[in-house]
């Protein structure tokens, strides 16, 4: 601004046309985020008090950890709840450092520095995140070790209808099953076998046992989106072939 009021008489006519434009520019673009300050400063402090909200509730979720914990430890085998042990340590450590950068939020809010409030809310959110699914992921656990113990049928019934699903799919439109496709469904048919015949002893691995089960179900998976890609292209998967393959032989 001082040199535009300078003038063309002291830094000519070009570089003061252009410093002019650029002036006008720059203050337009500052007006456009006066004007819109209202609305920043609306939208911080409701993710101010969302936030803080979550973080209350979060901390009582916290707490409510160690119980589940203490259950697991009694009912079940050490492979099924170790790798859960630093949850509420770690839950309750991320609730406290939302909480330091909570405040940290609410000091730049108050200075206006939307920037920093912006950055430190999406690392509150972050830190919440992580804590919710740790506590999640517990919970969980218990509830399905709990839904195993009582009865596995279920769980291996929900496996072998998927796995008798695709080998349906890969039989369509053929009469010898590609091996690319047969494999692995064999493979997933004598998984859930082992599966089932390991649970043993007084306290069976149950949490093996689910992620065997769930690991078989996403191999499954692979192979009916690949069948459905070479169907949906006319690739090898959408007609007849040849080659060896027991997938028409239904899971047990």
Not at 112 to 139: H, Y
Request: net charge positive.
């Amino acid at each position: 601004m001082t040199k535009l009021n300078e003038g063309a008489g002291q830094h000519g006519i070009r570089d003061t046309l252009q410093r002019a434009d650029r002036v006008a520019r720059e203050a337009e673009a500052v007006r456009g985020r006066a004007a819109r300050l209202p609305e920043t400063a609306a939208e911080t402090d409701k993710r101010l008090s969302s936030l803080r909200t979550r973080t209350q509730a979060l901390h009582t979720r916290a707490g409510k950890v160690e119980p589940v914990l203490s259950e697991l430890r009694r009912r079940f085998s050490a492979d099924c709840w170790q790798d859960l042990q630093q949850v509420p340590d770690e839950a309750v450590r991320a609730v406290r450092q939302a909480e330091e950068k909570l405040r940290e939020a609410r000091k730049a809010r108050d200075e206006q520095r939307w920037p920093d409030a912006t950055s430190l809310l999406s690392t509150v959110r972050a830190l919440l995140n992580t804590a919710d699914e740790a506590v999640k992921a517990a919970g969980d656990r218990l509830q399905r070790l709990n839904e195993v113990s009582f009865d596995q049928t279920a769980e291996v019934e929900r496996t072998r209808f998927a796995i008798r699903d695709a080998q349906r799919l890969a039989m369509a439109g053929r009469t010898t099953p590609d091996p690319r496709h047969a494999r692995p469904l064999d493979d997933a048919v004598a998984r859930v076998d082992r599966a089932v015949a390991g649970l043993t002893g007084r306290h069976p691995d149950y949490w093996r046992f689910l992620t065997e089960l769930d690991a078989v179900k996403e191999t499954v998976q692979r192979v009916v989106e690949q069948l459905r890609q070479e169907m949906g292209a006319g690739g090898p998967g959408a007609g007849p072939g040849q080659g060896p393959g027991r997938a028409r032989r239904n899971g047990r």
